[in-house]
């Protein structure tokens, strides 16, 4: 759609426009959208590539949003061009250092992107000039754009929350999701020893080629207990990594895929003097961090498949149906 000026007044968008908590493709609607607007401080940036996080899914299915923020844009991460043709990276945080204490996570009113605001499923999208990172050279652009959510979310799990050190064994749960494939990479980049989880024969050995020092059958008992675990599954997987954890050990949970975890395992968890720690996110310098460090140390985000914007359906039902290793990257 052009004004008579030639300007794009509508930019072609992957949009939630409806909640349908049993059949979250019923909401999804493509087409055009009017152009983002920049307020003040805020710059729009051309998106090169743009990844699908579960949290795409969530808000189909009206979970973290309600319904009279619809239709929204949906998608957290991006990598693209900023209004001066810079290579950058979008951080999807919408929130104030100063009212987290530092930590844009911790401000009581931050967002996602795609929560309040137009997220990056679309040809431009707006955000706080302050949220953009230089993309390094080395990184390509559907690369970098896996980073916002999936990979910062697990940079700060194993580096900030773990509390665990170089040579610890970590076990996570799942092999091939988003969060679950950067945690493989990151954690063998670093040092640590990674055992993972999967449902799936296939993904078990997808996770060992990626990195991970073995893999196990959903539940199976381990050789010895771990110092750390990694959910992101929550009910399906829970009694399994309480039950897997050496006494005084640690659990960092970002995620609950599968439900809520019922029961919490109470007992287990005072008697054994274990930690739950919650992790959400990263900060706009973990970000920074992220990407020097796949930089530095070659690691590059494990990518299932780059479809155009407009073949995004597909992307979100392999998603929904766990048909997934990796990250899906949508190219407008
Ligand atoms: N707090 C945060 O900042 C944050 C950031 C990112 C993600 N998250 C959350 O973390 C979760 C994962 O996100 P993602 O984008 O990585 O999603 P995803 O790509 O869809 O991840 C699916 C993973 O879950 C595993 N899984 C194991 N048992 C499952 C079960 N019974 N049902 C469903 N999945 C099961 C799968 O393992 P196998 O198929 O190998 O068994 C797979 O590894 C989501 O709930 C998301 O909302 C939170």
Redesign the pocket.
Known sequence: MFSRRGRVVAVFAVTAARIDADDPLGGLELGPRPDPVAPEGWVTVTVKAAA????D??TLRGVGISAGRLPIVLGCDAAGLDPDGHEVILHSVIGDPDAGGGDETLDPGRSLLSERHDGTFAEQVAVPRRNLIAKPAALSFDEAACLP??YL?AYRMLFEKSGAQPGATILV??????????LILLGRAAGYRIW?????EA??ER?VKLGADQAFP?GARLPERVDVVME??????WAHSIRSLKPGGRVVI?????GDASPAELTRIFFTQLSVT????GTRDQLGRLARFCEQTGVRPVIDRVLPLAEARDGFAA?IA?D?FG?VVLVP
Do not use: P
Not at 52 to 55: I, M
Not at 232 to 237: F, N
């Open positions: 699908l996080n579960h949290h899914v969530w959510t999936a979310t749960q799942g092999a091939s999701g988003g969060v679950v494939t950067a993972a989880t999967s449902r799936s993904k078990r996770a959903a992101t599954v929550g009910q399906a997987t970002c995620g609950a895929t599968s919650g992790s959400t996110m998603m766990g997934l990250k």
